[in-house]
């Protein structure tokens, strides 16, 4: 099991920057990597992130390429995403998961926070 909190939403201008952190608790040590997603009004969730939890390599979604940048510190067992030149479209709940390895897919989900992107 692996337990996931989200921080760092909230309110900001378009242009302007916020940073979301991501807390990790138990199995973390058999994680292999740590995503972003996110969830729009009346839309599905979509995929942002997504980074190894050993280090190596990141990956983005094309929608925010050259904007975010998703980072982990695993002595914290935190994982974070800068998000710079934001956009309205990026208002949406933000959630981070977590995959363990040999999984197919994420397993656990963070409760998400709220990203509101005023025009």
């Known amino acids: 099991q692996v337990q996931l909190v989200e921080s760092g939403g909230g309110l900001v201008q378009a242009g302007g920057s916020l940073r979301l952190s991501c807390a990790a608790s138990?199995?973390?040590?058999?994680?292999?990597?740590m995503g972003w997603f996110r969830q729009a009004p009346g839309k599905e969730r979509e995929f942002v992130t997504a980074v190894a939890w050993s280090g190596g390599w990141t990956f983005y979604a094309d929608s925010v390429k050259g904007r975010f940048t998703t980072s982990r510190d695993n002595a914290r067992n935190m994982v974070y995403l800068q998000m710079n030149s934001l956009k309205p479209e990026d208002t949406a709940v933000y959630y981070c998961a977590a995959q363990l390895l040999g999984r197919g897919a994420y397993e656990y989900w963070g409760q998400g926070t709220q990203v509101t992107v005023s025009s």
């Open positions: 138990g199995r973390t040590a058999s994680t292999y990597r």
